[in-house]
């Protein structure tokens, strides 16, 4: 592993790149994460419906445990306060499923802990939950862990900004089958779209399989609409001169040489937003496969109607928005006549 280039200033990985991309690393960095920081702490406990005011005292009380040997196996992640709760996390990558665990554990809890919780965290979306034996099973998956803490009270902590570049990068979070539409209406972003299969935006994180640009009315020997869809194969967040240092990462993507050549070109492409301040800032890149087209763009829902625009896109495009296949594919025009 080379943790520093030549040219380089300092290394790219993080903290939790040491740890690998297995599922103990996985397990072990969110633990990291809640042992780190209190609100980090507090609001996995909201997400789990855990009732617990984020103080200082009940943080205190509270112990983050992992790689726990008990008698009925050994657990990914404990969390523990007093008798008030007692919540078990299961940690699956790729296609990992919890299957024996959804009962191994369950006579594992304190049994005078008032809240006793499982939860398991997969790469698949699944929100059933149960309730056998006073524990309640919660099925979740790692892209909502992605959502719960990608929020501004959450990004600006450095801590939160490398455990979710960490996830997104090395766990390649793409079983939730969503399509990212988002507006171009810069030329510059239009050429490194169509030219180099590349989409550069602020910091971002989430990990969508596939991108539909939508293009702006006024754009040059452009349709308003959507008018391609690219899988996207790989995503990272870097300040732009930063590129050669991923270079190993830009090979994970793609076997094609040139079509990691390309993408190099694309990061490098400058426009009228590009000032020197602008080359220290980090912004995200989705490196895309190249794209399929359709004869007629996909529009926007008109009119004010209140309620437009539901599962779809209306007026302004908001930072993350996604759509569902299914969604989309209604709205393919050649599709839908």
Sequence with gaps: MILKNINSTKTTFSQFDLLGSDEVAISTAFAYLLSFDRDCYFRFLKFLGVSSKNTENNYFRSSVVTEKKRDEGRTDIELIQDDKYHIVVECKINKGKALKQRTQYLSAFNGN???????????????SKEIPKEVIVINSSWLDIIELY?????????IVIEFLKFTTKNYKMRELKEILVQE??????????????????????GAPIYFAPHFSRGLENRPTGISNLSKILGI???????????RNDLESFSNDQNQIKNWIKGIKLKGKLDTKKNED??????????????????????????????????????????????EFIRHIPELNQ
């Design 113 to 127: 802990a008032k809240k006793k919780v499982l939860c398991f965290l997969t790469q698949e979306r699944d929100t």
């Design 150 to 158: 990608n929020s501004k009270l959450f990004i600006e902590k450095p």
């Design 184 to 205: 171009i209406g810069d030329q510059t972003e239009v050429i490194r779209f169509e030219k180099y299969n590349l989409y550069r935006r602020y910091q971002q994180f």
């Design 236 to 246: 990272l967040s870097f300040k732009p001169n930063e590129v050669d240092n991923f």
């Design 281 to 326: 800032i980090i912004h995200t890149y989705y490196f895309l496969d190249y794209p399929i087209t359709f004869k007629s763009p996909l529009r926007k829902d008109g009119g004010i109607k209140k309620g437009r625009g539901k599962n779809w896109i209306a007026a302004m495009i908001p930072p993350n928005r996604c759509v569902t296949f299914e």
